[in-house]
């Protein structure tokens, strides 16, 4: 269940983020996705109830591992391909791929999480928000030029780099160096790289999206050669590792965070902004 303060939502300006994500959950369902179940709210909060994923996050797998292997990380990027594959084509742009928003079920499939950046969009519309994670903002997200579909297939590119070297290609410490990076200077590939997989990614990473690879250039690539798309979107692969799941609902595999047990009163304020959610 994530629940969300309503004060909090108003007071940090999240309120279309968060009715963005709601709507869109309630309208895509998809064996990659953790699909929403049911929603409701209190005075003070809105609560949205979720599959429960009892494998961890894919963040933790990879800190763990430091690195993957090729077939590992071929096998989780296809299945988000294949998710991300699934929404574009529903008019979603997700906006927000880490490993940290990637579950694992207790089978070692991927469930993708936190639709809170995710946004509906016609083709050929574009948007112009900055928002997502820094390692993994595209180029004309960050230069907010106007953005669409082709941002989440940078995203993936990001993805297969982390997972292939255990850190993303652009780092920095300091935001604004670290988007001048990711604007001009071009990845580099350590020797242990897969020079097919590189192939795939430098496709990915154009930091023109009108040229960037799309999803007919990524599922066609050799990377992928022989891949059943339609396996893998139905969650049927045979996943290269899976998770110690002791119970339906083990928690083991998630980190321990500290509750948060301070309330704002500033309820009267969201009251009428979430009348309808």
Partial sequence: MKIMR?????????VDHVKNEKNILSTVSHPLLV??????????????????????????LLRTQGQFPLPTT???????????????????????????????????HIK???????????LNEKTF?????????APEVIQQKGHSFACD???VGI???EMTCGHAPFMDQNPFKLYEKIIHNQVAFPDYFDPTLERLVVGMLDKDASTRFDKEHIMRHEVFLNMDWTVVGSGCMQ???????RAADDTSNFDDYPDDSSQENSLLVAAEVFANF
């Fill in 129 to 137: 928000t900055l928002c997502g994670t820094p390692e993994y903002l």
């Fill in 74 to 108: 071929r096998f989780y990027a296809a299945e988000v391909i294949a998710a991300l594959a699934f929404l574009h084509e529903h008019g979603v742009v997700y906006r927000d791929l880490k490993p940290e928003n990637m579950l694992l079920t207790g089978e070692g």
């Fill in 153 to 155: 297939w940078w995203g």
């Fill in 6 to 14: 309503k004060a909090d939502i108003v007071k940090m300006r999240q």
């Fill in 35 to 60: 699909n929403l179940r049911h929603s409701f709210q209190d005075r003070g909060n809105l609560y949205l109830v979720f599959d429960y994923v009892p494998g961890g996050e894919l963040f933790r």
């Fill in 159 to 161: 993805l297969i780099y």
């Fill in 112 to 122: 993708i999480t936190d639709f809170g950046f995710a946004k509906s969009l016609r």
């Fill in 239 to 245: 996943p290269p590792f899976v998770p110690t799941v």
